[in-house]
C-alpha cells in the first residue's frame, strides 16, 4: 500500500535528502523536453495512479552524481535521462515537474526506498534482474545499458576485464549494491582487488587521488564521467554484461506497472523519448539515440 504521503513521510524520509524541483539547467546538458502534463487524466479510485493523481504529488528516487543519468545542478534539483523519463511519467499522472519531489537513490537503497514505502517509484540506472524482483516490481525496460570499465587517460595496462586479474595490484572501484560490484568479482584475482563505497562520485573522487585504478559500472555513467572530467579518464574494452534499465516500485503493483509501461511508450510514439535522450546523456560523445525496448510483462 502507498504510504508516501502524510505523516508516515516524515518519519521515514526524515533522515534522506529530499528536495522539490525547482527548475535550472545544468550547462552540460541541453534543454529537457517539457512534459506534457495531464490534469484531466482519470483513474481507477483505490490504484496507485488515482493515489498520487489526487496527493498532487509524486516522490522519486533517482541518482544525484551520474551526470546524463541524474546529476543534482546548482540549485539542488537532478537532471537527466533518469529525471526526464520520470517527469514524463508524472505528467501522465497530471503530475507538473515542480510537483515532483526527487530523493536520492544511492544504488544499494534502492528496494528498502521503495518496499518501506518511502518513494512511489525509483528512476535510477536501476537494472532489473530476478533477485531484485523478489523485493520490487519493474516497469520498462527504458533503455539497456552494458557494464564496462573506465581508468586514467594514461593507463595502458588495463585494456578489459581480463586483465585485472593478472595484475593483482590494480585497484578497481565500484558501488555497494550494484550489478557491476558483483559482476566484476570474476574477473579478481582476490576480492581484495575491489574497493567499494556508497555513491559513484566517491569513486571518482578515489580515482582522482590515486587510491583506485579503474572504475567499473554500466558505459553511458562511464561516459559521463569521461566527459565531466576532461582528458582525466577513457573507457576501456567492450561492455561485458547486458543492464536492461527499469522503473522500480511496490511489488506487484501490475496497474501501475502497465501505466508506466504505456507512459514509456507514449513518449516514444510522440518523440519525447528521443528528445530526452538527446538533450541529456545523449549530449557525450559516444552515445548513440536509443530505441525503447520492448516491456518485459508486469509480474
Ligand atoms: N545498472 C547497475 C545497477 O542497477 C549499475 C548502476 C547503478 O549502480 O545504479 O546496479
Known sequence: ??????????????????????????????????????PSASFEAGTTMAEIQQAGTITVGTKFDQPGFGLANLEGTPEGFDVTVAEHVAGQLGIAPEDIEWVEAPSARREDLIANGDVDMVVATYTINDRRRERITFAGPYYVAGQQIMVNADNTTINGPEDLAVNPDVQVCSVTGSTPAENIRQYLASPDQLTTFEVYDDCVTAMQNGQVDALTTDNVILTGYVAENEGQFKLVGEQFTEEPYGIGIEKGDTAFCEFINDALQQMADDGAYEEAWTSTAGQYEGTEVPQLPEPDPCV
Not at 20 to 28: F, H, I, K, L, V
Open 1 to 38: 500500500m502507498r504510504k508516501t504521503r502524510g505523516a508516515s513521510v516524515a518519519a521515514t524520509v526524515s533522515a534522506l535528502l529530499v528536495l522539490t524541483a525547482c527548475g535550472g539547467e545544468d550547462a552540460s546538458t541541453g534543454e529537457a523536453p517539457e512534459p506534457s502534463v495531464e
